[in-house]
Nanobody
Framework: EVQLQASGGGLVQAGGSLRLSCAAS????????IGWFRQAPGKEREGVSY????????AYADSLEGRFTISNDKAKNTVYLQMNSLKPEDTAVYYC??????????????????WGQGTLVTVSS
């Protein structure tokens, strides 16, 4: 059974940091890329960051201004999203998802095969 378990969300003050984790199981980790998406209340889901687990190729949403860093630990089948300098507008439910790497846009959510349950990040001003 494929599982993506997102964790690490919580309440943090503006300017603070959080590290999200996405633990994967039930598929060959290195055959997939993992994306982080977020959905704020009343807004559409948007792509945040992406990593290809075999070679570590990464991508980020332009709007992040370099504040987030994605990484993986192949031994633990886990992808991390380090979020620094958090802003109230980063408040959202964050989801991780898995897809077979392709040449298509990393943040096309219909290209993903598996989704985790989401973890809530709340940034207070």
């Amino acid at each position: 059974e494929v599982q993506l378990q997102a964790s690490g969300g919580g309440l943090v003050q503006a300017g603070g940091s959080l590290r999200l984790s996405c633990a994967a199981s039930g598929f060959t980790f290195e055959d997939y890329g993992i994306g982080w998406f977020r959905q704020a209340p009343g807004k559409e889901r948007e792509g945040v960051s992406y990593i290809e687990n075999d070679d570590g190729t990464t991508a980020y949403a332009d709007s992040l201004e370099g504040r987030f860093t994605i990484s993986n630990d192949k031994a633990k089948n886990t992808v991390y999203l380090q979020m620094n300098s958090l802003k109230p507008e980063d408040t959202a439910v964050y989801y991780c998802a898995a897809r077979i790497p392709s040449s298509g846009w990393e943040f096309e959510d219909t290209s993903y095969d598996y989704w985790g349950q989401g973890t809530l990040v709340t940034v207070s001003s």
